[in-house]
């Protein structure tokens, strides 16, 4: 519960503030430990936002140790209409080069022979026949006479009839097209005005009849599909096909099995069923036709198989023996002295690193260039420049002092920091490990401290010459990956024990490792530079069959099935671009044991150390309080108690003297 004091009530002394007053120099270390944890606070946050900023750095060099992003070429047409689309990757060979293209490359198709939905019969009332769809009753107009239909009561042959009859100065009929009735109207004297529809029109009949927006050719226009068409959405049994799907079965097409039930399934989902299977067709239906298509999904001369144990094939009229083969491309990469052919427009294998896509045919060679094409590393450099100083200037504006406020940053005199900056720099303007030529520091590519032009180190800032970059990746784009991101290789030269290796080795220099077994699963391992003299031993063990991750760096060995004690040997070259380094740092100062992790528990302990601390001496200075209150208390007390003693003493003297 709360204590409640009065201020000097016997007294009339402010204890409050005699309290308060005593109490502050006994703050003051409470206050020393809060100012300490607002400096550690702000010197962990310097070191959270450096770690994102080396995060980024690692995450900037990670494109440019890839050799897609260096070594990149690029497919310069002649001309803006090739008759492909092309890639280049890695591997490709600068030079210029023609194709001709006699025959692009298509698919198998295979369709209904013939519609496939039942003929319409003109004489059935027109909601039970099988029209594309349904006819909503009302007027529709031609040549402005407007037409009645009732399709509850009302057959086509009964529409036709109307429409003669109705002195529209027209003449309706039924043809036959592809094998299938469509309904013609045509002008009763030649050139006579053949207008079809109305805004008014309450009846769909010549959309239906796919008259409504049909040309007219002479004094004619003919609906532009067939009257009569499969219905697609409904049940097999109810679909009015020409021919009935007598029961369930099974479709299999190029080996795969679709199963249908006339009963259930409808056309619709019958293909459906068809294109998500991995029958390698495209299955659709053409509502123009009433035919089903098959397309096979790979293009070239490869037939597509059909069989079934019912009738659906039968059906939908899929007969394999009437399907149109696809054609294989044919082009020539010699001016047409030697045809090649190939099942796809894709051609990927016969211009090292080059994917060319045939989009048409030509009648004479087509030349193009394949060439170097720096955009992306350039890019990439960019980037990885910038994420670079932006560490650097962080690191220079945290540990800066400024004389003329007497203000220090953050982490000045922080000599972890200072490291960091001194890693980094040494890293960039150091040669890459083993790389020879012409290209072996960052600075013969472009990349250096100095503004372009100046003299290296005259500024603190880590500069790009885009150009110098430019030339050394149109001149030898491998020598600059070789530099930017070369790595050490190994290769099992001798199999003992040992019978295969993986990974990336880490040398202390090129030679080779000797690896010598007992035959029991105990190994010693030696490294030898290649003028043989021994650098580094080690010893590990491992079980027949079994490997072994740490006793090479950065190598796992696999073990034979059976461990005899034969020696074995991997020679190594040592090699190590400028990124490549970098990334390694940045790996590790960044990773689960790395500086950057161990500053930030470090912190996080001081402020935990700190808080107990704090805690204590407040529970103190609580303490103290509590007994200060107490003092004056009795201090109030006593002095009440003297008081009254003397206001009674008083009165007694008064007493005795009126007495007298």
Do not use: C, H
């Amino acid at each position: 519960m709360m204590s409640i004091t009065f201020d000097g009530l016997a007294s009339g002394l402010n204890t409050q503030e005699i309290i308060s007053k005593l109490l502050q120099l006994e703050q003051q270390p409470i206050n020393r430990l809060n100012q300490r944890k607002q400096q550690i606070q702000k010197e962990r946050d310097a070191w959270k936002d450096l770690g994102t900023r080396l995060q980024n750095l690692a995450s900037a060099l990670s494109s440019l140790l890839q050799r897609s992003t260096v070594v990149g070429f690029t497919v310069r047409p002649s001309d803006s209409n090739a008759p492909f689309t092309a890639s280049a990757r890695p591997g490709a060979v600068a030079g210029t080069y023609s194709i001709q293209i006699q025959q692009l490359a298509t698919a198998t198709t295979l369709r209904s022979t013939g519609p496939i939905g039942a003929e319409i019969d003109p004489n059935a009332v027109l909601n039970n026949t099988n029209l594309r769809s349904s006819v909503t009753a009302g007027s529709f107009t031609i040549n402005g006479v407007a037409i009645t239909v009732d399709p509850a009561v009302d057959t086509l042959n009964d529409v036709v009839n109307r429409i003669n009859a109705s002195g529209a100065g027209v003449v309706a009929s039924l043809v036959t097209v592809d094998g299938r009735l469509r309904l013609k109207i045509e002008a009763a004297t030649a050139g006579g005005p053949l207008q079809l529809g109305a805004l008014g029109d309450t009846s769909n009949f010549l959309s239906v009849t796919s008259l409504l927006g049909a040309p007219r050719t002479g004094d004619a226009i003919v609906g532009t599909r067939s009257l009569a068409a499969v219905k697609t959405s409904v049940p097999l049994n109810q679909a009015m096909l020409a021919t009935p799907v007598s029961g369930a079965g099974t479709l299999t097409i190029n080996g795969v099995a679709i199963n249908y039930d006339p009963a259930v399934d409808s056309l619709s989902t019958i293909l459906n069923r068809i294109n998500s299977s991995n029958a390698g067709v495209t299955a659709s239906y053409d509502a123009t036709s009433d035919r089903v298509v098959l397309t096979a999904k790979t293009t070239g001369s490869l037939r597509i198989t059909v069989s079934d144990t019912g009738n659906l094939a039968a059906a939908l009229g899929l007969d394999p023996n009437q399907q149109q083969l696809g054609q294989n491309a044919v082009y020539s990469l010699d001016g047409g002295a030697t045809w090649q052919y190939s099942t796809s427009n894709t051609i990927s294998d016969v211009i090292p690193g080059v994917t060319l896509t045939l989009t048409r045919t030509t009648s004479s060679p087509y030349s193009f260039t394949v060439e170097p094409n720096a955009d992306a590393a350039v890019s990439a450099v960019k980037r990885f420049v910038e994420q670079f100083n932006s560490v650097l200037s962080f690191i220079a504006e945290k540990t800066a002092y400024d004389a003329t406020t007497k203000t220090a940053g953050t982490l000045l005199g922080d000599s972890a920091v200072r490291a960091v900056e001194s890693t980094l720099r040494r890293l960039v303007t150091s040669p890459a490990i083993g790389v020879s030529g012409r290209y072996r520091t960052l600075a013969d590519v472009g990349i250096s401290f100095g503004a372009v032009g100046s003299a290296v180190g005259s500024t603190g800032q880590l500069q790009l010459d885009e150009n110098k970059l430019r030339a050394a990746l149109q001149e030898n784009p491998d020598a600059v990956f070789e530099l930017f991101g070369a790595t050490s290789r190994a290769t099992l030269t001798t199999s003992g024990d040992i019978v295969r290796i993986a990974g990336t080795p880490r040398p202390p220099a090129s030679g080779r490792y000797v690896i010598t077994s007992d035959g029991t699963g105990n190994l010693t391992a030696q490294f030898y530079d290649q003028t043989n003299q021994l650098l580094w031993s080690a010893t590990g063990t491992i079980t027949a069959g079994g490997s072994n991750t740490t006793l090479v760096p950065g190598l796992t060995l696999s073990a034979a099935t059976t461990l005899t004690g034969a020696t074995s040997e991997i020679s190594v070259t040592q090699q190590e671009g400028v990124f490549t380094q970098l990334s390694r740092y940045l790996n590790g100062i960044l990773g689960r044991d790395g500086l950057v992790r161990a500053r930030g528990d470090a912190f996080e302990q001081q402020l935990r150390t700190l808080d107990q601390q704090i805690d204590r001496y407040q529970q103190r200075l609580d303490d103290r309080k509590a007994q200060l209150v107490r003092q004056f208390a009795t201090l109030e007390r006593m002095l009440a108690e003297i008081q009254a003693q003397g206001t009674q003493l008083q009165g007694q003297i008064v007493k005795m003297l009126s007495a007298s």
